[in-house]
């Protein structure tokens, strides 16, 4: 175990304060990213030099009198599939390599306005696709716990540079669980916004797959429940190149009815006793916070897995079919057994149907969540598998699906949903568990999180 790295928060009140210089802090980050980052390969692209600069600037400002914003020379990485001029957005694929594009994206803007400095970018898997982080352009994303171990994904750079200490922010993004997933194979914390409280890139005069503009959000990956909370306060906000994007009020603090459904083994298609274990410290710890926990599941959640899961294939199979090279080895082979295992769809009937059925699993869960605000259960319910679980035929790619049936029902939902830590298990590996808001109901999810976090503290490498 190491010392307790500082949140992101806390760094910045340093720099703002004059306690610490940006310049000592993006050093000693950048340091820590010399150190570990050729072993675990979480980033693809260091900025050494831009970060320095970043720094020295933001110092002058100080110097000058100037406020450079709530994030004041906080380190932070951006995932391989959101824009940032200082590299190409490669999306983890080699057709894209030299895609460098022409405007940062608003959350990346958003982020160095407050004065943050990035120092990496974060790797992924070809186009997100897969659940574990490898591909053939920058190679595998190793887990700190154990190499052997996924670094889930596809937010898994990110994850392990923010969980070593190599930054102190991730920007990800989650269409199937790619942000809670990487956060508890880390053992720190993330944040899957409602759909349209975080702007999402728009490529103008190009059609983006209903999909993604209904199951996938930026969020973003820390080492505390409250740099979470602040990170969100600022890159929430609409967006005029995002058509998805809302104009909501930012989270207040969470004054509503305090009860939680508890979904410890959701369908009772089985949980793994060390992830069962970790839910229960995570109810006990609502409980003794003086949270209602009931032992109740969420209507419809198998019609909501399965619906996500056909949807998601159709809509990749398809926007995918037209690609001008190859996909890597591994995600092409995750595309093939996914659309084997999950029946995709063939007909504009079938498809139009699989959204109205939406509706109906949507008020639904509205109705429940009114009832029971909060929903806690597993992220993963086998634990952390080994390296490249999600390959190997339809019947691996059924399995990882099933395991993740709670993660990608939020999906299906646009719902907000924290990751957080609910301590080790008997592995000596990261247990977690997600605690899942109604649709803009983030504070919810963040109270009853901070709550989590307070009675079973943070994990450290």
Not at 151 to 168: H, I, L, P, R
Not at 254 to 259: Q, T
Request: aromatic fraction near 6%; proline fraction near 7%.
């Amino acid at each position: 175990m190491t010392t307790v790295l500082p949140d992101a928060f806390a760094l910045a009140a340093d720099v703002r304060s004059g306690r610490r210089s940006a310049a000592e802090v993006v050093d000693a980050h950048l340091a820590r990213i010399d150190a570990r980052n050729p072993r675990l390969n979480a980033l693809t692209v260091v900025f050494g030099d831009r970060a320095r600069r970043a720094a020295d600037e933001l110092d002058r400002r100080l110097a000058a009198g100037d406020d450079p914003g709530p994030l004041a020379g906080v380190p932070f990485t951006v995932k391989e599939n959101i824009d940032l001029t200082w590299s190409a957005t490669t999306e983890g694929w080699r057709g894209l390599a030299d895609a460098v594009p022409r405007r940062d994206a608003t959350v990346v803007r958003r982020m160095r306005a407050a004065g943050a400095i990035p120092v990496g970018r974060g790797n992924m898997p070809d186009f997100g696709m897969r659940w574990d982080t490898d591909n053939d352009l920058f190679g595998r994303t190793l887990n700190p716990w154990d190499p052997r171990r996924t670094t889930f994904g596809s937010s898994g750079g990110d994850a392990v540079a923010v969980g070593t200490g190599m930054s102190a922010i991730g920007l990800g993004n989650d269409f199937g669980g790619s942000i809670r997933l990487p956060a508890q194979a880390l053992g720190i914390c993330g944040l899957r916004p409602s759909a349209g409280r975080v702007p999402r890139a728009a490529v103008a005069g190009a059609p983006v797959a209903l999909t993604l503009q209904r199951f996938a959000v930026n969020g973003m990956l820390t080492r505390s429940v409250a740099d979470l909370d602040g990170v969100l306060q600022v890159v929430a906000g609409v967006d005029v190149d995002d058509p998805t994007s809302l104009a909501l009020a930012p989270p207040a603090p969470y004054d509503g009815p305090r009860r939680v459904a508890l979904a410890r083994d959701p369908l009772g298609w089985g949980v793994q006793p060390d992830v069962a274990a970790g839910v229960d410290r995570a109810a006990v710890a609502l409980r003794d916070a003086g949270w209602q926990v009931d032992e109740v599941e969420p209507p419809y959640l198998e019609e909501a897995a399965v619906l996500w899961r056909r949807l998601a294939c159709t809509d990749i199979q398809v926007s995918l079919g037209a690609l001008p090279a190859p996909l890597g080895r591994s995600a092409a082979a995750f595309l093939r057994d996914s659309t084997a295992a999950a029946s995709v769809y063939r007909t504009a009937h079938e498809y139009a149907t699989a959204w109205a059925r939406r509706a109906v699993v949507e008020a639904a869960w509205r109705q429940f969540h009114a009832e029971h605000p909060v929903i806690l259960g597993p992220v993963a319910t086998g634990g952390i598998p080994v390296c490249d679980f999600d390959l190997g035929g339809p019947d691996a790619a059924d399995a990882a699906w099933r395991a993740l049936r709670l993660v990608v029902a939020v999906n299906f939902l646009g719902l907000p949903a924290v990751a957080v830590p609910s301590g080790l298990g008997s592995d000596g590996l990261p247990t977690g568990v997600q605690l899942v808001g109604p649709m803009h109901g983030e504070a919810a999810a963040l109270a009853a999180a901070r709550d989590v976090e307070a009675a079973l503290g943070r994990l450290q490498i």
